[in-house]
């Protein structure tokens, strides 16, 4: 990765900008404590691609049940999705491991009543 600066030697009148020190925390742009951009599998063979900016993430996959994809947000450990399955809205809830290699949690159909557990493994 090669990553070019560039600096404005320009004196100016203006001071710096941005949040101040000791202001309102709830200024600053939200952190995620994990990341977990990549690819990730489950035990019955699906393979899901995950983009994460920021507490942003979405992801596209092909499960053992179709094609699926969806958005969410990362807050903490705990990633909440919302994606659509063979024409159905789902949403899943998820606890990130402290190494960032597993997902943990439910998923739940809204219309159709089905849920139950939800494991997957970043792929190497």
């Known amino acids: 990765i090669v990553i070019i600066a560039a600096y404005n030697a320009e004196e100016s009148s203006y001071g710096p900008t941005g949040p101040k020190p000791g202001g309102d925390p709830g200024q600053r742009p939200p952190v995620a404590e994990v990341t977990l951009s990549g690819n990730w599998q489950d035990a019955e063979g699906g393979s899901y691609r995950l983009f994460q900016q920021g507490v942003q993430v ?66 190497r």
């Open 58 to 123: 979405a992801f596209q996959g092909i499960s053992p049940h179709g094609p699926v994809a969806g958005r969410g947000m990362l807050q903490g450990n705990q990633l909440t999705l919302d994606y659509m399955l063979n024409g159905y809205p789902y949403q899943a809830v998820l606890l990130a491991s402290p190494d960032g290699l597993n997902l943990h949690g439910q998923y739940r159909g809204a219309n159709t009543g089905d849920s139950g557990p939800v494991h997957l493994q970043r792929a």
